[in-house]
C-alpha cells in the first residue's frame, strides 16, 4: 500500500505570493490532518479534514486554508505569505481516529 | 501550561543499549490517547507505538515500549537494544478526547544520538 505523499517536496516562494500544497493520503483514509513544524514553535496543528469536512482547526490565522476533495486528496493554501511562514509542513492520514501516518512533508522557504 | 513536556533534549546511548526517553502529558478528559513518533533528519514523521487511556497493557512494537503510568501522567518511551539508526529526533504526542478528532499535540522533542 501506498504511504502519504506530498506535493511539492520543496518550493520558494517570494513574501506577499501565496501558495497551494497538496497531500494524497493513504488509500482508504477519509482523514487528512496538516502540521506546520518550525525551529521555533515546534510541530503546531493546523486543521483537519474528515470527509470534505473541516473536522478541526488550529490556531492559526485565516491566511492559512485547507480543502479535501472526494478522493480524500487534501490541499493547503496559504496566501500573502510572510517569512514566518516558511517551515515543514507535513500531513498526515488516518482512517478514522486510529494513528496517524505522515508524508515526506513539503518545506517552504520564503523570501 | 504545557500539554506535553519532554525534560530532555538531547541524549546519547550506546549502541546495543536500552534508552528510555520521557514524555509528561495534561489532560482533563478520560479519554485520550499518546503516540511516540521518530523524525529522522529526512523530515519525515514514523509512527512508532500507541497508547490508549484505557489500555491496561503497556504497549510493545518490537523494540519500541510504552512504559505508560497514569497516575504519574507519563508516557516514557523505552528503546531496547539501540541501534545505529535510532540517531533521530523523538516526538511524544497527545489526542485528547472525543471532539479533538485526529488534533494531536506534541511535545517539544528528544534528540537521540546512538554511538558506535
Known amino acids: 500500500k501506498a504511504g502519504v505523499t506530498q506535493t511539492p517536496r520543496y518550493l520558494i516562494k517570494t513574501r506577499g505570493q501565496q501558495v497551494t500544497l497538496s497531500c494524497s493520503p493513504i488509500?482508504?483514509?477519509?482523514?487528512v490532518s496538516w502540521y506546520q513544524q518550525t525551529p521555533g514553535q515546534g510541530l503546531q496543528f493546523l486543521f483537519e479534514?474528515?470527509?470534505?469536512?473541516?473536522?478541526n482547526k488550529g490556531n492559526f490565522p485565516g491566511r492559512f486554508s485547507g480543502r479535501q476533495f472526494s478522493n480524500s486528496r487534501s490541499e493547503m493554501n496559504v496566501s500573502t505569505l510572510e517569512l514566518g511562514d516558511s517551515a515543514l509542513y507535513l500531513c498526515?492520514?488516518?482512517?478514522?481516529?486510529?494513528?496517524?501516518?505522515f508524508g515526506p512533508g513539503t518545506r517552504l522557504t520564503v523570501t | 501550561a504545557q500539554k506535553i513536556t519532554q525534560t530532555q533534549p538531547g541524549m546519547f546511548v550506546q549502541e546495543k543499549e536500552a534508552v528510555t526517553l520521557d514524555c509528561t502529558y495534561d489532560?482533563?478528559?478520560?479519554?485520550?490517547?499518546l503516540f511516540w513518533y521518530k523524525q529522522p533528519s529526512s523530515g519525515e514523521m514514523i509512527f512508532l507505538i500507541y497508547?490508549?487511556?484505557?489500555?491496561?497493557q503497556n504497549a510493545t512494537e518490537g523494540r519500541y515500549s510504552l512504559n505508560f503510568q497514569k497516575a504519574r501522567k507519563s508516557a516514557n518511551l523505552v528503546i531496547s537494544a539501540s541501534q545505529l539508526g535510532d540517531s533521530a529526533m523523538y516526538f511524544c504526542?497527545?489526542?485528547?478526547?472525543?471532539?479533538?478528532?485526529?488534533?494531536?499535540?506534541f511535545g517539544g522533542g528528544t534528540r537521540l544520538m546512538v554511538k558506535p
Open positions: 498526515a492520514s488516518s482512517y478514522d481516529r486510529g494513528e496517524q501516518y
Open positions: 488509500s482508504g483514509h477519509r482523514s
Open positions: 479534514y474528515f470527509s470534505e469536512t473541516q473536522r
Open positions: 489532560t482533563s478528559d478520560q479519554s485520550y490517547g
Open positions: 497508547q490508549g487511556s484505557y489500555d491496561e
Open positions: 504526542a497527545m489526542r485528547e478526547g472525543r471532539s479533538a478528532g485526529n488534533m494531536l499535540t
